[in-house]
């Protein structure tokens, strides 16, 4: 069927769209800076770096006790220690009546509006590696987050510091504590960026508060992200060595006992070991340690664009062999990315010369690169390839994207498709569209049609149709009426940035 858009006559003037659309979208560096201690100032970090590669003869030590007994010094329990809080419950007006008063003894508020509670002090355990010989360890950000105290205890001999934190980083889940002492015993760094899938490693920390514990298996992936965690910036190591809760915060290091990753998370059914666990990359440790310390935040790179994944359809409009790379949506004025030249419609391939594979990767490559740095970005542009150049700015603190709430749709029987209407100065200010936005307004969608399945709402705005701008809706009906290839290309404006669509009309009804 051919996908054309219908005007209708109503109080708005309106248009019918049919099909459906597969959406696939993110954006980056739009993010706030991570929390550290406002006024950490700290000696600057010294790491021992080891990036020597690893020998992959396809042999197997018939014991790790050497490495385990150089590593398991530098692995740490870290205590943390909760106050006692005291917080109130606001009473339903119910409740406010007098008779009432009595069965809340000494907790309840004369005024009759709230009543106290008091929640006990909490304990919570997790593990650390020292990284300095002069005391700087890491963890997690969820090991140390809201504690009041904490403590760390060396092993083997016990010895117990109370510990600073010098800053965390709720983004990577990321912390770093540093305790008063000298000649400590620490893990040489080694450079995560060469870990291969099939590499050995050992996990190190203290689970379930019995002591510390030792497991081996092997990299079962790299580059993993676990939307349960929901952090902004993810880049794991996954691994099949046995991580249990208090493990957080410990070591995954390789065979030659080289700290490679902190031990973060595990994806388990029953709070246990299932054999699929995640690791932070040292190199994305590393980089946010060192910031916390010598800066007492975490700079990120700020490009300026808001981006999304190159689906296989997307991959087809846009000439790519592979569905790989991030597709530029939006450019922020006067941006990094602006100056530089890159425009919507570009797809980012390669960033300061390591390839993009999609959105989460070149978010956090910009992320890791130092604000003031110059970096060539090759780009594929109407199916040519070329390079420019941007210098990377500090990314901002506040977000720069603004979230437009999504318009009720007018009770209109559209089948299967899609009612669009002119943008008018109500529209713009219920969605808090930019004033110079042009477009068609998107102010129903059939919930039984195949663009609702695809993920189009009432308040996006059609911006292109087949890169051709559309100014209003009688513009969305006249670039539809000559379509005859199934397969189309939409821009649109959505929760305050662009991205690309392909409506795939073989599948509508």
Same mark, same amino acid.
């Given at each position: ?88 419950? /606001?009473? /339903? ?5 007098? +008779? ?54 060396? =092993? ?5 510091? =109370? ?114 666990? +995640? ?129 009720? /749709? ?41 663009? +609702? ?57």
């Amino acid at each position: 069927m051919r996908n054309t858009i219908v005007k209708w006559v109503s109080r708005l003037r309106l248009a019918l769209l049919g099909g459906a659309l597969i959406v696939a979208g993110s954006s980056v560096a739009f993010n706030r800076l991570a929390e550290a201690k406002p006024d950490a100032k700290a000696p600057p970090v010294r790491l021992v770096v080891s990036e020597t590669p690893l020998p992959r003869d396809g042999k197997i030590s018939t014991s790790f006790a050497p490495v385990v007994k150089k590593v398991a010094p530098g692995v740490v329990k870290v205590f943390t220690t909760t106050k006692v809080k005291h917080v109130s419950q /606001p009473f /339903p007006p119910s409740m406010e009546d007098p +008779f009432f008063r009595r069965f809340f003894g000494e907790d309840y508020n004369g005024d009759g509006r709230e009543r106290h509670y008091r929640i006990p002090k909490q304990y919570g355990l997790g593990s650390g590696v020292i990284v300095t010989k002069d005391g700087y360890i890491l963890t997690n950000n969820h090991v140390v987050d809201d504690a009041d105290e904490i403590k760390v205890a060396l =092993t083997p001999d016990g010895r117990e510091y =109370t510990a600073k934190v010098i800053g965390k980083d709720p983004k990577t889940d990321i912390a770093v504590l540093k305790i008063e002492a000298q000649d400590l015993p620490f893990l040489t760094l080694a450079n995560s960026d060469a870990l291969e899938v099939g590499d050995v490693v050992l996990a190190l920390g203290n689970p379930y508060g019995i002591g510390q514990t030792v497991t081996m298996g092997m990299i079962s992936a790299m580059g993993r992200a676990s939307p349960n965690l929901g952090l902004d910036y993810e880049d794991f190591i996954q691994t099949d060595a046995a991580i249990n809760p208090g493990n957080s915060g410990g070591a995954l290091v390789d065979a030659e006992g080289r700290l490679i990753g902190v031990n973060t998370a595990i994806l388990s059914r029953s709070g246990g070991n299932q054999g699929i666990g +995640f690791a932070v990359p040292i190199n994305l440790a590393r980089n946010v340690m060192e910031s916390l310390i010598n800066d007492g935040r975490v700079v990120r790179g700020f490009l300026g664009v808001s981006i999304q994944d190159v689906t296989p359809n997307l991959a087809k409009e846009f000439d790519l062999a592979e569905a790989n790379g991030a597709l530029v949506g939006d450019v922020t004025p006067k941006s990094p990315a602006d100056k530089a030249g890159l425009q919507s419609g570009d797809v980012i391939l390669e960033f300061n010369g390591k390839p993009v594979h999609d959105s989460r990767h070149l978010k956090l490559q910009v992320g890791q690169t130092a604000p003031g740095t110059e970096v060539p970005v090759k780009i594929l542009r109407d199916g040519k390839r070329k390079t420019v150049e941007a210098t990377l700015k500090e990314l901002p603190q506040t977000d720069l994207s603004a979230n437009a709430r999504s318009q009720e /749709p007018d009770a209109i029987d559209a089948l299967q498709g899609v009612t669009v209407a002119d943008l008018d100065g109500t529209a713009r200010s219920q969605l808090k569209l930019p004033r110079d936005l042009q477009g068609a307004l998107v102010t129903q969608v059939d919930d039984d049609s195949a663009a +609702f399945e695809a993920g189009l709402r009432a308040g996006d705005v059609i911006l292109e149709i087949n890169r051709k701008p559309v100014q209003d809706a009688d513009e969305a009906v006249k670039l539809s009426e000559n379509i005859k290839d199934r397969h189309i290309l939409l821009r649109i404006w959505s929760r305050g940035a662009s991205r690309y669509l392909v409506v795939d009309e073989s599948k509508a009804g």
